[in-house]
């Protein structure tokens, strides 16, 4: 470095620039490195200066007032004494103009703001070792360019102009880099805040202390980085218990592990923590015995509220550094939001302890605020670094400075010249116009204003803001600045919207009173029982109190006697007179708030409606009347006792079957009682065994007969009595001489026997009976075919014989009688032949063996479409279709069903018929046949399977109805059952299941 300042001794920079603070910044360095610096603070300044001394080189600004940079920099290159001179102009670069105004202007580099000092202090090395050289280079001519639509004429030298593009390209590599850079660092900060987004939306709708971190832990996995995290309550002041944690590594999970101070909970407990610490190594990982899956660092996380630190969370992660310092000052505005949702977890137990702490933290506030401007002079060192804006301006409203907070939370570049912004320009009109009517004058009058107001941001967004504004005033009492001190207060009209809404939405009434006794306010809850729409209405029709809602006026001086006694009020009962006159009964539970809105509110309290409960409970004593009444009319004798066996109650029959002293069992000594028992049964000793079995098995139930030494014969009912909880809480015991009832059964057993053998008798005889009836139906059936045959066979032969006679009115009325005859004859027929099926299907033995319905149904389509081949048909069987039965009467269900399917669809278009299966709500097999015939009437079903019953005419369709009762008969001895379903001219689906019992 000496050698560097020995070396520039003798090189002179003037510098033009506007900025007070940048020109000392940049002389300063300039200095460092042995340069001899002047300073101008405007382009006519640096030429007057120009005029009196030539520097060895120029660095200048571009906006400047009287003379900007172009200006200045195109007067040093047409001034033949001063155009060797190398100038470098410091620019944004955000106009590809400046290029062309740079070469217009003969400049010689540009370098870029904020400039970086490595690369400034080269380009100054650079321009100083060629100086001599582009004195030796001759003028080129100029060159004519077009860019943005406009021409431009550059008169520059080339090595001028590689110089300028040459620095040019590098601003832009630079740009480049920073850019790539910038990109990946909004990456991350892009899934950090999505992270931090998702924990403040859980928060929304967590309601318990527990959803509440678990769901901040959740949602906190989700940030780069983080693989655990676990949240440490405070308990008293120096406690702590570990309220929730998520994937801890197994070392972390051993007992005892996680108790104990650390780093980070010492610090809290000592007040260091009050910003979010990025742990370079966490002491409790570090120490930990097992396995800590490389987790070494986490960051931590204070849960604040106003002044109130609740607790901390960590974040573990394997890396140093988990986030950057913008993301720790997010992070610190998570932990008051989790803190936020635990309040407001708590808020439905703890209401009025709520309420003090929110008072007690808003004065602490206050305290602190007030603590905050007296100690203001000291804090001056850190107010860059504090989240929230500060900013101070001149009386008349021009701004002088901001923080780093108030630039960022404006939309303003750091650097910024402010001396064009006013504090009333960075408000929306309503706060501006309150700030400058209400909060400047009382700042000045009073010295300090305090209120809510708003920030507008740069691209229109408006801040909600806690401002406060301070006059400081000289010795003579005037006014020389203003400041002002603002912070976001977004969070917390989201919180005090929430706990409102928490307020608006609880269930119990709540409403705090005045030192005057009026109810200055109350829930939603409160109007609804009461009975009135709103809390409003309330006020308007309740107005005495007393007189109006108690309906006992003395009760309302007891409560607020108790409450002015002791503080507070819990369970206070009595009743309250709702709108309509009904009464209800209420529990009030109040605590005295002396402290809360300046003493305007002398308590808070919450009323229960427990009408319900009231009635429940006189329920229960009513019911407890019936149950004692119950037991001294029972005819058992009754005794309970407790889960210890002791004697609870007992009744009159108790102390009469046992023939007891009442004196022996109104001492409730179970011993005594259980000994004078166990004298008079037969088996003292099994009756003692089962007694204590009982008592070790609670749960057991126990039913027996008990022989007593004097014939008596006692039945004896134990079971436990267990709550609705589970728990046990005794056993009743149940007792009945049933002496009586034992000799009666031994008589019903005697008569039973010889009743059983009359039956067995009786259903011999029906079953022969039944038998002779099957053979004379079928041999009545059998036999009325023979004449039957023989009619027809003649009437046939006669028939022939007539058509072979003359044709005659005679013969004509013959045939028709003839053909009448035959018809008959043939509709006899096929009666028998179904009376006959249906006496084979009644009486034939079941073979029970598998059957494929699906084979059966196509063989019998199949051979009807034989029949009738020109019929249109779609025929549709589903395949697979097995069943367990008799396959000879299966044949005969389908083949009957299916007849009867293509029979009826006989007029349709084409006839449509399909077989398959669905499976029934309990999980069994129907099986169904389905067709588009000619349907029947659903309010004749129940005639569908009876015998010789036909819902069409035989002039519509024939048939003899007796295929459906055979059906019905070969599905029932299958221990299945069938059914129709038909609306008429549309078709009809006959379903049947199929069981396992055969009969």
């Known amino acids: 470095m000496k050698a560097k300042q020995k070396t520039n001794s003798k090189v002179e920079i003037l510098i033009a620039e506007d900025s007070p603070t940048q020109a000392v910044q940049l002389a300063h360095l300039l200095e460092q490195h042995g340069y001899l610096v002047t300073v ?104 004519e360019i077009n860019l943005g639509g406009q021409r431009h004429f550059i008169s520059s030298e080339r090595q001028q102009i590689l110089d300028l593009l040459i620095s040019t390209y590098e601003q832009a590599v630079q740009i480049n880099n920073e850019l790539k850079q910038r990109e990946k660092e909004l990456a991350h900060s892009n899934q950090v805040l999505t992270g931090l987004y998702h924990i403040a939306d859980g928060l929304n709708h967590a309601t318990s202390e527990q959803q509440v971190l678990e769901m901040a832990l959740e949602r906190a996995l989700e940030l780069p980085g983080i693989q655990a995290g676990w949240v440490s309550l405070r308990e008293g002041e120096s406690g702590f218990r570990l309220a929730a944690a998520r994937n801890l590594p197994p070392a972390l999970e051993a007992p005892g592990a996680m108790e104990g101070l650390c780093p980070c909970r010492s610090r809290l407990i000592s007040g260091e923590l009050d910003h979010v610490t990025n742990i370079l190594e966490c002491e409790r990982l570090s120490k930990a015995k097992g396995d800590t899956r490389g987790l070494c660092y986490h960051a931590s996380i204070p849960l604040w509220i106003g002044d109130r630190i609740l607790g901390v969370m960590n974040l573990v992660g394997p890396e140093k550094g988990l986030f950057n310092e913008d993301e720790l000052k997010v992070l610190y505005s998570v932990g008051n939001q989790v803190a936020v949702a635990l309040e407001r977890a708590h808020l439905h137990e703890h209401l009025e302890v709520l309420v003090q702490e929110r008072t007690a933290a808003l004065e602490a506030e206050i305290v602190e605020r007030k603590r905050i401007e007296k100690e203001q002079a000291r804090l001056v060192a850190i107010i860059e670094a504090t989240p929230d804006m500060v900013a101070t301006g001149d009386p008349n409203g021009h701004v002088l400075y901001y923080n780093r907070a108030g630039l960022r939370m404006l939309g303003f570049e750091p650097g910024m010249d402010l001396s064009t912004v006013r504090f009333l320009d960075t408000h929306p009109d309503w706060a501006a116009k309150l700030v400058m009517e209400e909060g400047i004058p009382h700042a000045i009058e009073h010295g300090t204003w ?164 009231k009635q429940a409970e006189e329920e229960i004593k009513y019911k407890n009347m019936i149950l004692q009444t119950q037991q001294e009319t029972s005819l058992d004798a009754i005794l309970v006792v407790d889960e210890d066996e002791k004697i609870i109650s007992f009744n009159q029959q108790f102390i009469d079957l046992w023939r007891l002293s009442p004196q022996l069992v109104s001492a409730h000594l179970d011993a005594p009682v259980i000994q004078s028992v166990a004298e008079q049964v037969e088996n003292s000793e099994a009756f003692f065994a089962r007694v204590q079995y009982l008592h070790e098995h609670r749960d057991d139930k126990s039913r027996e007969e ?73 041999s009545v059936s059998h036999d009325l075919r023979s004449p039957l045959n023989a009619i027809d066979g003649f009437s046939s032969l006669l028939q022939k014989t ?90 005969q269900v389908l083949d ?59 002039g519509e369709f024939a048939g003899t109805g007796i295929g459906l009762a055979t059906v019905r008969r070969i599905i029932e001895r299958h221990g299945g059952k069938i059914w129709g379903e038909s609306t008429p001219g549309h078709g009809a689906t006959f379903y049947f299941t199929l069981g396992t019992a055969m009969l």
């Open 450 to 613: 305090s209120g809510e107001t708003a920030l507008l941001r740069r691209d229109g967004c408006e801040i909600p803001i806690s401002q406060v504004i301070i006059a400081h005033k000289g010795p003579d009492g005037s006014v020389e600045y203003l400041s002002t001190i603002a912070r976001d207060i977004t969070l917390q009209n989201e919180a005090e919207i929430r706990y409102r809404s928490v307020f608006e939405s609880v269930v119990e009434g709540i409403f705090m009173v005045n030192p005057e006794g009026r109810v200055v306010s109350g829930n939603p809850a409160l109007a609804r029982m009461l009975g009135y729409a709103s809390f409003d209405d309330l006020v308007v029709g309740a107005r005495k109190v007393a007189q109006d809602i108690y309906v006992e006026p003395g009760s309302r001086g007891r409560f607020r006697e108790t409450l002015e006694a002791n503080g507070v009020v819990e369970k206070f009962e009595t009743h309250w007179r709702r709108k309509d006159g009904s009464i209800i009964w209420v529990s009030l539970s109040a605590r005295m708030t002396p402290g809360l809105m300046g003493g305007n509110i002398h308590h808070v309290g919450i009323a229960e409606d427990i009408t319900e409960r």
């Open 706 to 778: 008990i022989p007593l030494k004097d014939g008596r014969v006692i039945d004896r009912y134990s079971a436990p009595v267990t709550g609705a909880d589970g728990q046990h809480y005794g056993r009743v015991w149940y007792f009945r001489d049933i002496t009586e009832r034992k000799l009666a059964h031994e008589e019903i057993l005697h008569f039973n026997a010889e009743l059983e053998e009359r039956v067995q008798q009786r259903t011999e005889q029906l079953e022969f009976a039944n038998k002779q009836m099957e053979s004379f139906s079928y």
């Open 896 to 954: 009957n069903l299916l007849g009867n399917a293509w029979k009826f669809s006989a007029g349709q278009v084409r006839t449509e018929i399909a077989v398959g299966h669905e499976t029934g709500s309990t999980g069994e097999t129907i099986y169904f046949v389905r067709d588009n015939g000619a349907g029947f009437d659903m309010a004749y079903a129940d005639k569908l399977f009876g015998t010789f019953q036909r819902l069409h005419t035989q």
């Open 40 to 143: 101008a603070v405007n382009g006519r300044k640096a030429l007057d200066l120009l005029a009196q001394r030539k520097p060895t080189l120029v660095i200048s600004d571009i906006v400047m007032p009287e003379l900007d940079g172009y200006g200045l920099c195109k007067a040093i290159k047409t001034d033949k004494s001063l155009k060797d001179i190398p100038v470098i102009l410091v620019t944004t670069l955000s106009d590809p103009q400046d290029v062309i105004r740079g070469l217009e202007c003969g400049a010689d580099t540009f370098i870029r703001k904020p400039y970086d000092e490595r690369y400034l202090l080269s380009r100054i090395d650079y321009l100083l070792m060629n100086v001599e050289l582009r004195k030796n280079q001759n003028m080129q001519m100029g060159v």
């Open 802 to 891: 007539v058509l072979m006679m003359e044709s005659g009115p005679l013969t004509e009325r013959s045939a028709h009688y003839l053909a009448r005859i035959r018809a008959g004859v043939s509709q006899m027929g096929e009666l028998i032949e179904g009376m006959l099926s249906l006496s084979l299907a009644s009486r034939a033995s079941l073979l029970w063996e598998p059957v494929d319905l699906s084979a059966l149904a196509n063989s019998l389509l199949g051979r009807y479409h034989e029949r009738e081949p020109a019929r249109a048909a779609l025929l549709q069987v589903e395949a697979g279709l097995l069943a367990q039965g008799d396959s000879r009467l299966l044949k």
